[in-house]
């Protein structure tokens, strides 16, 4: 005879006071961020973000069926500092590693066998983007000078460093900015690209390629293309030297090829194989020795995997990544981010019908059945189709009381140039798992949906992105999805000024979180880093003609209009968003009695990294929006504290 399982019972309970599997030490102390994948031979590198190691990240190494090691120890950080975002920090080929450390700026250089060692480079330089010129023993690299220049406008060169010591050799300089140096695998000939202020790397670059002598100097260098207005990404040399490169011309990063004089485009198609410059080392593609492309494709908000054969794409059976997958043996190897587990290290052998987990992000603790998947939704803003994803609240354990409907978090995400996709995050779970509703906006400006899209927000950001938000909102309160009286908004960087404008400008959230956000746009533009310094020229308007239009546009100025609370939290050591911008926020309101809890952390710069941190960070706001909605969340290692608490009203 057999058993028969018996459900529990679920446990009635307002919305807020569920008891979470998601807790804090889960998404902390046991959670890792996994980036830079990279194959060198049958060896499987990529970079994994430490929280509970202080925050530093680590070089990882995984030999053919052997043990993952740590390829650089406590307490080297390796990270790049370049634009103040990075990425690109190390390289490896034939066993040889090249990284930069974080928290200095020094480069080391592993050579099979042998031990690390540091390359002389001079204080006040950063580097990036490295690539290996193995002939003539030196490195190539994105250096960006500080020396003897003011702090906000450093030069940009690409130099080659040799391996044994000794001075850099100057390659390129001249543009504002440089990137993607790919020496062809003949060697004798280089491709980068550049662009200068007033634009972002997503507005227009230029693609240049020079002949490179035996001895390592560059001949006369030739625009490949760029020459209008069009955003170059990614250039790649294949074996036969032609160079592949991604644009927007069409409207969509889409896949081109230069042979000669001739541009010829792979496979047009109305998705993108591409996206924005804000850190280097990004890999939308990858080309296989046969003549065949790995694309990762972007539609609606996903990224997903096509093989490009002949013109032709063939949708391969994988999760969304979190870039183009590489090839491992006879397999593939990625950081797979599919929507029910967390992201991880993932090969899928040659086939074998599903991929096996190298390395997870986080332990998987959290029960299938209290995991909430994003739905892709489309909702009407201002004569178009704005697009979210939508998670409802869900907890095996819980049911809301008859009646009542679930708070809602509306998540603006950064950049504003920028996309958020449906991959499983213990950020989204910690919210719903709680008994909160969450959607997740891609508001006009967003990557991802086409050119078109993405320069809605040209001149109207904080209208816009806003406006987005905003009719999400009420799309899924006019649904009876949500409780429209308690609806917020939080949002990081220029999420925060999303937040923070959406907060003054409209009475749809009766609460708001900024992290690291912008509160008045003459005080970024004034003082964040050479990266973004002209950022809001397009955003915006060009200075000084549109200053009005700043002050106008600018939370700071419009307190007057704000009748709800807000915490705020933000790092120290932040150079792209400093702490004057939150700390002139939280004291207007202050001044004007208005509820408000502020909460600065040492040694943070823009984007937490410490697992102590971001502990806080959760628990605080948790129980920030506890207090205004009037419910106790359980098991709160810490309590929030609001000034003028008593103007706080709850429904």
């Known amino acids: ?3 028969k399982t018996i459900p529990k019972a679920k446990t009635i309970a307002a919305c807020g006071t569920w008891v979470s599997p998601v807790t804090p030490q889960m998404m902390t102390e046991a959670a890792i961020g996994l980036s830079g994948l990279s194959v060198d031979g049958e060896v499987l590198y990529w970079l994994e973000g430490r929280p509970g190691e202080a925050g530093r990240t680590c070089l990882c190494r995984r030999g053919p069926d052997g ?9 080297i950080d390796v990270g790049s500092r370049v634009h103040e975002y990075g990425g690109g920090a190390y390289a490896v080929s034939n066993g ?4 930069s450390e974080r928290r200095d700026g020094s480069l080391w250089l592993i050579e099979a066998g042998a031990p690390r060692r540091r390359l002389a480079t001079p204080e006040g330089c950063r580097y990036a983007d490295f690539e290996f010129d193995f002939p003539r023993r030196r490195i190539l690299a994105i250096c960006e000078d500080h020396r003897d220049r003011p702090p906000t406008n450093p030069k940009a060169t690409i130099i080659a460093l040799p391996f044994d010591g000794g001075a850099a050799t100057l390659l390129v300089e001249g ?10 695998p003949d060697g004798k000939s280089l491709a980068w690209i550049a662009w200068d202020h007033p634009n972002m790397p997503w507005d227009a670059t230029r693609l240049y390629r020079a002949d490179m002598a035996a001895d390592g100097r560059l001949g006369a260098t030739q625009l490949i293309a760029g020459a209008t207005d069009e955003s170059i990404v990614q250039p790649r040399f294949a074996a036969d030297s032609s160079l592949y490169f991604a644009s927007d011309r069409s409207g969509w990063w889409n896949l081109y090829v230069a042979r000669g004089d001739q541009i010829d485009p792979v496979a047009p198609i109305a998705a993108e194989i591409g996206g924005p410059h804000w850190v280097f080392g990004q890999r939308a593609y990858h080309l296989l020795d046969d003549g065949r492309i790995l694309a ?9 995997v096509a093989l490009i054969d002949r013109g032709r794409y063939e949708r391969l ?6 870039d183009c997958p590489l090839p491992l043996g006879d397999g593939l190897a990625m950081i797979a981010t599919p929507t029910h587990a967390p992201p991880s290290i993932s090969i899928k052998p040659a086939g074998s019908a599903a991929a096996f987990i190298l390395r997870a992000g986080s332990p998987p603790l959290l029960p299938e059945d209290s995991i909430s998947i994003g739905e892709p939704i489309c909702f009407p803003t201002q004569d178009t189709s704005g697009h979210a994803f939508w998670y409802p609240p869900k907890n095996r354990d819980y049911v809301t009381p008859e009646g009542e409907l679930p708070p809602l978090v509306v998540l603006s995400h950064g950049g504003p140039t920028s996309m958020t996709t449906n991959g499983f995050g213990l950020r989204i779970q910690w919210w719903t798992t709680r008994g909160f509703a969450v959607v997740d906006v891609n508001y006009g400006g967003s990557t991802g949906f086409g050119r078109t899209y993405r320069r809605r927000l040209d001149g109207q950001w904080g209208i816009v992105d806003v ?3 905003v009719a999400a909102a009420a799309y899924l309160a006019e649904r009876g999805f949500v409780d429209r009286n308690r609806i917020v908004i939080r949002g990081g960087s220029a999420g925060g000024f999303t937040t923070l404008a959406a907060l003054t400008s409209s009475d749809v959230f009766k609460a708001g979180a900024s992290l690291y956000g912008v509160a008045d746009l003459m005080l970024l533009a004034r003082d964040t880093h050479k990266f973004e310094s002209r950022y809001l020229d397009r955003l915006i308007g060009p200075l000084p003609q549109a200053e009005a239009l700043y002050r106008e546009r600018s939370p700071i100025n419009h307190i007057d209009r704000l009748a709800c609370p807000i915490i705020f939290f933000q790092g120290l050591e932040d150079k792209t968003v400093p702490p004057n911008q939150a700390e002139l926020m939280v004291a207007a309101m202050a001044e004007r009695g208005l509820p408000v809890a502020y909460y600065a952390f040492e040694g943070e710069g823009h984007g937490f990294r410490k697992a102590e941190t971001l502990k806080r960070v959760l628990e605080l706001e948790l129980d920030f929006y506890g207090r205004v909605f009037g419910f106790a969340p359980p098991d709160l290692s810490e ?3 609001i000034r003028n608490e008593s103007r706080s009203e709850t429904p």
């Not at 543009?175 to 062809?184: I, K, M, V």
């Not at 990762?296 to 997903?304: D, E, P, Q, Y």
Request: aromatic share 4%.
């Open 175 to 184: 543009p504002d900015f440089l990137s993607s140096p790919r020496l062809s």
């Open 317 to 322: 059976d994988l999760d969304q990544v979190l």
């Open 639 to 641: 309590r929030v504290v």
């Open 296 to 304: 990762a494709v972007v539609s609606n908000g996903l990224r997903t």
């Open 1 to 3: 005879m057999s058993e």
């Open 467 to 469: 406006a987005d938000s």
């Open 96 to 99: 040889t590693i090249i990284f």
């Open 67 to 75: 043990p993952i090691v740590d390829v650089t120890p406590v307490p």
